[in-house]
């Protein structure tokens, strides 16, 4: 005996651990989720940009440069021509003037320029890759909620099948057992062999119904590991959830949205502005730089100097593209505006429908507990022979349509309380 209650409680072990809860759906999707994984990819590659952007503004830049250019002339210089591959100078002659050409090119240099004074230049460019960032975080936060709400949503039809299939059986069960008490009965010419054939007929539209709510089910849960990019096909039974109302928050989290749009556009006029900051740059060079091939041994040497860059005048593209700003700055605040007035009002209009699908729901549940009541008074009648069938299977009809009617109103209040969650976060 006791080595059966151990296999029993090993059974009941097993069969909770092949239950699957929200959370094990909604975790799944966050981590299969491609915009998510986007989101984060996108926030590492912020962070490359930002050491890019430090080597750019603060670090040496050094190169090689290498210049070969062949320019000959035929000179009829003292009456007597020549071709002159590298001339070191010709006053009559054929070919490309000195003057453009210098008469050859031979260089090969090493060249190193160094930023000055671009502290405010990195600064300003790593703010705007830090609200850049940020954006990213948020839409990774944004997108799990949204997340959360599509699969809470697809757990609850499901869970709605589950219940129909539960109760679809429970029917058929119902019908099995009172079509062999009917048996009998109409063996003893208590009831005649019609009754029997019309419990028959109840009977194989449950067995449908059956099939019909089993199908559903394993249809709507096969959505849900696609929604959730799990890799299965296995039908396994979902757990019970009662999903309650959120307290109310003071800040909510989507706002945070228009405030980092608002820093977006104040860093990007800020980048656009530097340039109309002073640049500076210190440059220096080494190497080969030549003209004339026979003097080419003694033309190594170094050069160094700094370059200055200041715009000051371009038409006042600084003062509209600050009004432009003000402009998108005026749009972001009006969107945020316009969010927390929708808002308020959506979040007031679901209050008020689940107010009326909890009392509904209250009605539901009693008329089932009425018409249990009922089936069972109407199971001593039956085997005294004082009940029609057809008013069996009529009770029984009506009791379907109230149990599927609970089963709807049950999922809806479902459905409604994580809609006002998902608002109001």
Avoid at 161 to 177: F, G, H, P, S
């Amino acid at each position: 005996m006791q080595k059966l209650i151990l296999a029993l409680l090993l059974l009941a072990t097993n069969i909770c651990f092949a239950q699957n809860n929200l959370s094990y759906y909604t975790t799944a999707a966050k981590q299969n989720s491609p915009l998510i994984n986007d989101n984060k990819n996108q926030s590492k590659a912020n962070q490359l940009d930002a050491e890019r952007l430090k080597a750019l503004y603060t670090k040496p830049q050094i190169g090689v440069t290498a210049n070969y250019l062949f320019s000959p002339i035929i000179s009829t210089d003292n009456n007597k021509t020549s071709f002159e591959p590298n001339s070191n100078g010709a006053t009559n002659y054929y070919g490309y003037d000195f003057a453009a050409t210098n008469g050859g090119t031979y260089q090969a240099l090493l060249n190193v320029t160094q930023p000055l004074f671009n502290g405010q230049r990195y600064k300003t460019a790593s703010e705007q890759l830090t609200v850049t960032s940020q954006i990213n975080q948020n839409n990774s936060k944004l997108t799990e909620h949204d997340i959360e709400k599509i699969v809470t949503d697809q757990y609850i039809l499901c869970l709605q099948d589950n219940k129909q299939t539960d109760y679809a059986e429970a029917m058929v069960k119902l019908l099995e057992d009172q079509k062999d008490v009917l048996k009998k009965l109409v063996e003893s010419s208590i009831y005649k062999q019609s009754d029997l054939t019309l419990l028959n007929i109840e009977h194989q539209n449950y067995l449908a119904q059956l099939t019909n709510f089993k199908a559903t089910y394993r249809r709507d849960l096969m959505d849900l590991n696609i929604l959730c990019g799990i890799n299965d096909t296995a039908l396994v039974q979902l757990q019970n959830t009662n999903l309650t109302l959120n307290s109310t928050v003071s800040n909510s989290m989507f706002l945070e949205k228009y405030h980092l749009d608002s820093l977006n556009l104040i860093a990007q006029q800020k980048a656009f502005e530097l340039k109309y900051k002073p640049q500076v740059s210190l440059f220096a060079n080494t190497g080969l730089n030549a003209v004339y091939a026979p003097t080419i041994p003694k033309r190594f040497g170094i050069s160094a100097g700094l370059t200055f860059t200041y715009n000051f005048f371009d038409g006042n593209q600084k003062s509209i593209n600050r009004n432009k700003t003000q402009v998108l700055e005026q749009s972001v605040s009006f969107y945020k505006s316009n969010f927390i007035t929708q808002n308020t009002v959506r979040k007031s209009k679901i209050l008020t429908e689940l107010q009326s699908y909890t009392d509904r729901i209250s009605i539901a549940e009693q008329q089932l507990k009425d018409y249990k009541v009922l089936l069972n008074s109407y199971k001593k009648e039956i085997l005294s022979g004082q009940l029609s069938i057809i008013n069996y299977t009529m009770v029984l009809k009506n009791m379907a349509t109230a149990q599927r009617d609970y089963t709807l109103l049950f999922s809806q209040q479902q459905s409604l309380i994580n809609a006002y969650n998902y608002w109001n976060w």
